[in-house]
């Protein structure tokens, strides 16, 4: 498969020397933003799972679910509920329905912290689900790892449309103009097909 760089400058029909700093950007930001876009069935198939005490550092995560051990039920991965954290005295207090148990917990995310309820003193109690949101994209890629391989071409569109609005910004060219509204209705319908799609 043709790298980033040579798709980006098909689809934009440019020959000019491209700004590759610019264009591993573009790749970047659009990568974030069909992640932040996709359903949670297609994200489930690239997520990860880290094992914690607790607390966890999320900075850079997005978070898609958290499992905490009952010890009462055969040490089951139970899923923990999220509150926002000024609530987070009431699921600690038993006196409030909120409260959160063994088979119930609940969790929240202070600043990048990410802290679960009822606490443990076992380092594998709780695990994180996550995708790494932190994702970079290279112009000299040619493919995007850990991605979901149908949402790879919406991201090349997402940074084709930047690549345009360069080339319009620097040469109001007609065909630039074109070649920009065109790409910008395929971005659109690939981010539709991938937000209703199984």
């Not at 997520?47 to 499992?67: P, Y």
């Not at 290279?138 to 991201?155: M, R």
């Amino acid at each position: 498969m043709a790298t980033f760089q040579t798709q980006l400058q098909s689809l934009a029909g440019a020959q000019s020397s491209p700004d590759t700093t610019a264009m591993t950007d573009w790749l970047t930001s659009g990568a974030r933003e069909v992640l932040n876009l996709l359903p949670p069935n297609k994200l489930m198939r690239i997520a990860s799972t880290s094992t914690f005490e607790n607390t966890i550092d999320v900075e850079g995560k997005k978070v898609l679910g958290v499992l905490r051990k009952d010890a009462d039920n055969s040490n089951k991965l139970m899923p923990c509920r999220q509150v926002a954290p000024i609530q987070k005295g009431r699921i600690q207090d038993s006196n409030y329905m909120e409260y959160a148990t063994a088979s119930d917990p609940a969790f929240w995310i202070d600043g990048d912290t990410l802290q679960v309820f009822p606490t443990s003193a076992s380092t594998n109690d709780m695990s994180l689900v996550y995708i790494n949101a932190g994702i970079t994209v290279s112009h000299n890629d040619s493919n995007i790892t850990n991605f979901p391989d149908e949402a790879e071409h919406a991201v090349v569109l997402f940074a084709a449309k930047k690549y345009l609005q360069k080339l319009l910004s620097d040469n109001e060219d007609e065909f630039y103009q074109i070649q920009y509204t065109m790409i910008d209705k395929e971005y659109q319908l690939a981010i539709q097909a991938l937000r209703g799609g199984a």
